[in-house]
């Protein structure tokens, strides 16, 4: 089963020359989706980063835009849970017990 990730970009960090137009009149952006080494502050476990061409960019230019992280939801649109909150197993309901020294008589 693939896993699904979410997150966004920034589209005010990419260049306008990077942006192509295709045949269909759309525009297009080829980007690049690599693992991070350590997971970010937010857990972000993947970035994203515009692709150029060698002769579009000085060398060692990276155009990061994005970054993204694990989504808690499946290919089912249901989270990972069965859309459930998160319960321990371990742990028991904590009712206040009655005493019996809590009688009105």
């Keep these: 089963m693939?896993?699904?990730f979410y997150g966004?970009?920034?589209l005010t960090d990419i260049?306008?020359?990077?942006i192509?137009?295709?045949r269909n009149g759309k525009?297009?952006?080829n980007v690049v989706v690599n693992e991070r080494r350590e997971v970010g502050?937010?857990?972000q476990t993947h970035y994203i980063k515009a692709y150029a061409r060698k002769d579009a960019v000085p060398p060692g230019t990276n155009i990061y835009i994005g970054e993204l992280k694990p989504s808690e939801y499946g290919n089912d649109g249901l989270a990972n849970?069965?859309?459930l909150a998160k319960q321990s197993t371990n742990e028991q309901p904590s009712l206040p017990m009655p005493s019996e020294d809590?009688?009105?008589f």
């Excluded at 260049?15 to 990077?18: E, Q």
């Design 2 to 4: 693939a896993n699904n």
């Design 8 to 10: 966004s970009i920034c």
């Design 15 to 18: 260049p306008k020359s990077l």
């Design 20 to 22: 192509t137009t295709g």
């Design 27 to 29: 525009k297009y952006l």
């Design 41 to 43: 502050q937010y857990g």
């Design 81 to 83: 849970n069965g859309g």
């Design 102 to 104: 809590d009688l009105p």
